[in-house]
């Protein structure tokens, strides 16, 4: 019996687990098992919507008689879902992955049931760094699968999806001159409470790469043999919009391209998305409306009307909005099924990414 265990029910958290649950025949897994950290009874609805679904329900059993009390009914306590579990995709917040890659994790990774482990974008240092279709290859290293894997986040996803689309997939690594990505990031899901009143203006936390972003991106790259740093570098603001992560670009190239040219790149990449609309909220409604649970699954939608050729060719301005959650969405299903299928040398995973998620209501050809 194949099972799935899902830490946290957070904005990353709880869609994986939907789509999980909706998916899990053609995924291959048996049950999906969800730990549900805190007991508050504005959690119920849900916690009772997911059993209803199928899913099976842990908590820790030092709470069981909280949740009792409000209505909520584990089904494991979190040891006994950990020893049943065959994959563990982590959804905390932060990097309190990597606390319980220390704690629970790292004893079972030898254990023959497991076939491995899955953080999100902030437990940097828990595997390798990996987003769908950049570095599949680096998954299987040295004669044996990874089993420790960060999905690295959202906005990396979408500098390594204009990297690839315009370059790295063509000329290659060498024919980069820089990259520069201008992040407005929203502060908050629309399902979280938390906001700003103005714009918060991100300082750089690498002294070559700028933000987080460009520096995962750049680990990233470094799995597959990219010699040599590349010259990009990111900055990030927030701002109080509550849709899309916004974000400026610029390549300087060394060799020419034209604006049909790039254009024709966008759509030849399944993973990315183009539009003519100019309004991240407008965007963000088409993905509400015709997206599986309301997202989309693209790595980036590049906005059309923005994109400029400059200097001959060589530079290439352009604006992109990030799917947020949604692209790691896809990468965290795609190291899903390459650890249950558990060799990159079979192609069963990449197959199978293609057959369930190439196609709408997941990946868009126009938004």
């Not at 007991?39 to 030092?62: H, L």
């Not at 109080?240 to 390549?251: A, C, G, K």
């Amino acid at each position: 019996m194949t099972r799935v265990l899902i830490v946290g029910t957070g904005t990353i958290g709880q869609p994986l687990a939907k789509a999980a649950l909706e998916l899990k025949s053609q995924l291959g897994i048996d049950e999906i098992i969800i730990l549900k950290n805190t007991p508050r009874v504005e959690d119920v609805g849900m916690v009772r919507r997911f059993q209803s679904c199928g899913a099976k329900i842990c908590a820790y059993k030092e709470k069981f008689s909280k949740f009792v009390q409000f209505g909520m009914t584990p089904d494991y306590d979190f040891e006994t879902a950990l020893s049943l579990a065959n994959v563990i995709i982590d959804c905390t917040k932060d990097d309190l992955a990597l606390k319980m890659k220390e704690d629970f994790y790292f004893y079972r990774h030898h254990t023959q049931k497991c076939r491995g482990f899955i953080a999100q974008g902030g437990a940097k240092g828990f595997g390798i760094p990996f987003a769908y279709n950049i570095n599949n290859k680096a998954l299987y290293w040295s004669g044996s699968p990874h089993k420790f894997i960060q999905v690295v986040s959202c906005n990396t996803h979408n500098i390594l999806a204009i990297l690839q689309t315009l370059v790295l997939a063509h000329e290659g690594p060498n024919y980069l001159e820089s990259g520069r990505f201008y992040l407005q990031r929203r502060v908050s899901d629309v399902s979280q409470k938390k906001g700003i009143i103005g714009i918060e203006v991100g300082t750089p936390s690498d002294p070559k790469f700028g933000s987080h972003q460009a520096a995962d991106a750049m680990a990233v790259l470094r799995t597959i043999s990219v010699r040599g740093d590349l010259d990009i570098h990111s900055r990030a603001h927030k701002s109080p919009n509550p849709y899309m992560h916004v974000i400026d670009f610029n390549l300087k190239l060394k060799t020419s391209l034209t604006l049909a040219e790039a254009t024709a790149r966008f759509w030849e990449n399944p993973l990315t998305a183009t539009t003519h609309q100019t309004m991240n909220n407008v965007v963000f409604s088409a993905g509400r409306d015709w997206g599986h649970f309301g997202r989309i699954l693209n790595q980036t939608v590049v906005c059309l009307p923005s994109l400029e050729v400059l200097n001959g060719g060589r530079e290439i301005e352009g604006t992109c909005f990030t799917p947020q959650d949604g692209n790691s969405l896809l990468s965290s299903f795609a190291a899903l099924l390459y650890l249950l299928d558990g060799t990159e040398n079979k192609s069963e995973w990449r197959e199978k990414m293609k057959n369930i998620f190439h196609r709408l209501p997941f990946i868009f050809e126009e938004v």
